[in-house]
């Protein structure tokens, strides 16, 4: 039996899962409108769910200072965003519904989730639509002139809109349209360039921020009635992923050591058409739309360490494992049984491409039956991006693929109101770990960072508000002066080690250890091991890593390496939860955990919990505090893709 | 392979900077333009040199946030493509790369290739918007739009605001930015009511921030990861007429 932890109060309105989320709002606290501008509030991040939070409280009247890293909020990297966003609007007519969006979310997330939260993701889908196009998004339409939606991820619904291969842009610009409105109108004032380096908390309250200004190596601090991170996954603590270069765990993990727990720290998720690695300088994975294995094949030789170029090996030599171990669902089997497959196949020796370490995408069987132009139509710009990149032209040979972490489910803890353990602290988006449980649907990704930022969160902190008046605080307050020095420290400790390895070298090994024993597949000697990995990589690192420059102009290698520090923490926490948690689900897979044929054995009697860890400083084991996990609408099941 | 690369290397915004050139080894083709640099780098680094600063995020063309001068071009030699696309398989072991940041008066260098294109947010806040608050959006499907001018409207908003168009501007014009923003919003109904005042605003911003006037060069389409047109820019100044005459 797990045990509610007394700090973990999920807040979760009573009645029945449709009306909780109206019948809280409508019991929430408001701030008079004459008052809200007396309120400041801080907005960490600019991708989707800090743009549309932040843009959503200067409409509402709200003083706020947005942060980012790059040197725009419009280049978050919600713009990366591929596929599309799911929505429960049933415009196909195909027995689509709210309740059947929050089924699927439910299930796909392996009963990880909390149902509460989880349909009121799937109720504000719907908002969400038309709150974009009202803000000029130009999704596609059809020729009636109506939002067009797509299949994606394996749903049996047509619910994802979509703009052409670029939906997170299209997206995330709107959003920024919208801030932009705000930064017009003098009620957001943004700080980009800016580096969320600890947060600050008086009298046990969020109450501001300190960062490094990127361009002056300055430390700035801001202070706030309450704080909101927005920062976006960890996926890059592997060093490779689909993720852009600059995404980090910094400013969620730096709440984590102010007090915030995290919770499923270990739940990540693997895509499995991404492009293989082609050498040790490769500084990232790019992803291709998984909408290639509707009509792709997955292979590889039969014989281990075949190296005849693909259309020399005969149909009969090639071994279809997607489809021979998952007939009913084949090539489109989910997300982690395929990548799953795929690496098994590459360790066993059966890969493929320099490297041994990618897999066959083939299209040959398609274009046969259904001609090169219709496989165009779908996958023209897929291809050529594909060919650009490694000099191969999938018309004439099959692709070569290999999975790469692409998405943390894990996160900063969170109430159903977003609010962390800490008071006034909010997390959003990706940096929480709401919605998805231990593996994320595609498509519902950019639906919940919009969900937190435009309805979630502008509505429940006036609760908050409320009970908090300004009360006169600034940035002079002792706490202010602490959090700064520390800061301050930290950042000439790290330039002055000047020792022989780079922060590349570091990052690279962590990576290695994460995607060799915590990746997708565990078990408890690999873990153990990688916990004593990233124990010693963490001692050696801050004895004897080179940073180089100063810390008083901008210096993205001293940028990188307080972030890696961090990763360096984090990662260990990744390994002690999956350690914790023996039992399959979604993302994560314990090796000793399977059934006969293979398959993720989830425990329900023993951990149907969000798993939330607590700092408890430098070196030593986080304390594990549990949130039970009840299923009162959607039945707990047993997977199965057979 | 062994490249020798011709960098501009400047302290800060004061600085005067110049060029300094480097020997990187063990590039191999399939690596990216920013891997290349990313390995010198390391070189640099190790030998206690200081690294070349030069942004970059997502490394896939879609963010906007790397653009260097590779050769005398906005993201180098190759058409419709990020500097982050580019692949070392494009250059010739033979011929030194000279790399330089985006240049223009609206973009004042930071450090190295590093330049601040702030003056495009303030473009946008000028009024690249739809004033419509969340919450009050009208149902999604009440509002038909025709899938071609979907279509055409899209074409306009794939920009990803690099600022390749003004660096290759020999005025250093952002009407190609700025233009696609406009149009994107001329062809749809959301908005309408403000797109006079709009039109205006933006290009008055532009202004503002000392970009040059557009002589129909045409170098920013050439440049343009997107690929987007210049007949952008013939919509711009409709709109800016339009919206002038009735004194927007
Ligand atoms: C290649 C790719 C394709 C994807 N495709 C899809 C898809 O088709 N559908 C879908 O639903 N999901 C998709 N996802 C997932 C989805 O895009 C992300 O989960 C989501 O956009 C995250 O949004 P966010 O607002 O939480 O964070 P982000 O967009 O990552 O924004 C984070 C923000 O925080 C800022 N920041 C970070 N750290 C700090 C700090 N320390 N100080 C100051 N600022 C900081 C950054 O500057 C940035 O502004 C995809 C993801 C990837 C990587
Ligand atoms: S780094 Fe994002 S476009 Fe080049």
Known sequence: MSVKSPILDAKIPDGPVQQKWSDHKASIKLVNPANKRKYTVIVVGTGLAGGAAAATLGELGYNVLNFCIQDSPRRAHSVAAQGGINAAKNYQNDGDSVWRLFYDTVKGGDYRAREANVYRLAELSTNIIDQSVAAGVPFAREYGGTLANRSFGGAQVSRTFYARGQTGQQLLLGCYSALMRQVDAGRVKLFPRREMLDVVLAEGRARGIVCRNLVTGEIEKYAADAVCVATGGYSTVFFLSTNAVNCNATAAWRCYKKGALFANPCFTQIHPTCLPQAGEGQSKLTLMSESLRNDGRVWVPKTKGDKRP?????????????????????NLAPRDISSRAAKEACDNGYGVGATGFSVYLDFAEAIGRLGESVIRERYGNLFAMYHEITDEDPYRMPMRIYPAPHYTMGGLWVDYNLMTTVPGLYALGEANFSDHGANRLGASALMQGLADGYFVLPATISDYLAEHRPDGMTTNHEAFTESVKAVDEQTKQLIGINGKKTVRDYHWELGRVMWEKVGMARDEAGLKEAISDIQALREDYWKNVKVGGSNEDLNKSLEFAGRLGDFLELGEVMAVDALDREESCGGHFRKEYQTADGEALRNDDKFCHVSAWKYTGDNKTPELHKEPLEFDDVKLTQRSYK | MKFQVKVWRQKNRQDAGRFETYTVEDVIPEMSFLEMLDLLNEQLLKRDESPIEFDSDCREGICGTCGLVVDGMAHGPKRACTTCELRMRNFSEDKTIV????????????????????????IIAAGGYTSVNTGSAPEANALLIPKDIAEKAMDSAACIGCGACVAACPNASASLFVSAKITQFSLLPQGAAERKRRAVRMVEQMDREGFGNCSNHAECEAACPKSISIENIAVMRREYMKGALAGA
């Open chain 1, 310 to 330: 693909p259309q020399d090996i005969p149909e009969g030599e090639r071994d279809y494992f997607l489809e021979r171990k998952y007939p009913a669902f084949g």
């Open chain 2, 99 to 122: 790399v330089e940041p985006f240049r223009a008066h609206g973009f004042p260098v930071i450090k190295d290739l590093v330049v601040d294109r702030e003056a495009f947010d303030r």
